[in-house]
């Protein structure tokens, strides 16, 4: 089993023995890149590092990878318009090739780049987030359920 993810296209698509799953997801506002602070997608070869989540409900809320003890709703995004939501769960992503995506200014791990739940009011299939990569909070729980810690994403442009 292994993951792609076309930036072009929008869709991250598990490939399973038997079948291929696809996903519309919403990749980096500010486009591919990989710099520290650039708010822009990595590409390349990743693993996921962890699994964050587990057990937790659909729409749980999450702060510097925590549970908050909160659960999305509409009547708290307007108590918080500012936040960039991360919901449901997280799939934290290392890259694994040296002066790309990991280690010193290009590190995805420090960088803090997710797969994760996203308010379902939030467009999918055009790129909109900070850099993280953002999925339907089923989608996200599915995926999460379907693929071990350790798992392999190759992100490309096309």
Known sequence: MYLHLNISEQVLSVY?????????????????????????TPRGLHTVRAKIGENLPLNAVFVGRRFTGEIYSSQLAER?????????????????????????????MRRY???????????????????CIRMRNADVLELYNLIPVGSELLIEEY
């Open 16 to 40: 399973l023995p038997e079948k291929v799953i696809t996903y519309p997801v919403s990749t980096a506002l500010n486009g591919v890149g990989e710099a520290f602070g650039s708010g822009c």
């Open 113 to 131: 780049i997710y797969i994760h739940g996203t308010p379902d009011t939030e467009p999918m299939g055009i790129p909109v987030s900070h850099g």
């Open 80 to 108: 918080y318009p500012q936040r960039d939501w991360i919901l449901t769960r997280i799939l934290w992503l290392s890259g694994k090739e040296p002066g790309r995506n990991r280690l010193s200014a290009v590190d995805s």
